[in-house]
């Protein structure tokens, strides 16, 4: 199992940058392809991002596509979103999440995630 602790969330000014990190327990954090996700109040989770257990493979949702870059350290067990050129509409609480390691070499977003994070809120003011 791999326990997910979220930071870096806050407010901003629409247009600006933020930085979420996602630090993981265990020693096998390199073994788990992790991913990003957020939520509004009333809506259904969204995927974000998703990097491979090497980071060599990313995948991101076309919303954030160009803006936001996902990147991991398996030396330091994180795992980062960097976010820049925010909107309004990327107000949510974001959640670091793990897939199984069954999905370790999966190619792409993994089909089920069953670790998560408390999650950070992030808001973007117009």
């Known amino acids: 199992q791999v326990q997910l602790v979220e930071s870096g969330g806050g407010l901003v000014q629409a247009g600006g940058s933020l930085r979420l990190s996602c630090a993981a327990s265990?020693?096998?954090?390199?073994?788990?392809?992790m991913g990003w996700f957020r939520q509004v109040p009333g809506k259904e989770r969204e995927f974000v991002a998703h990097?491979?257990?090497?980071?060599?493979?990313?995948y991101y949702a076309d919303s954030v596509k160009g803006r936001f870059i996902i990147f991991r350290d398996n030396a330091k067990n994180t795992v980062t979103l960097r976010m820049n050129r925010l909107k309004p509409e990327d107000t949510a609480v974001y959640y670091c999440?793990?897939?199984?390691?069954?999905?370790?070499?999966?190619?792409?977003?993994?089909?089920?995630?069953?670790?998560w994070g408390q999650g950070t809120q992030v808001t973007v003011s117009s």
């Open positions: 999440a793990a897939a199984p390691l069954e999905y370790s070499d999966y190619s792409g977003p993994a089909p089920r995630y069953d670790y």
């Open positions: 265990g020693r096998t954090f390199s073994s788990y392809a």
């Open positions: 990097i491979g257990t090497s980071g060599g493979s990313t």
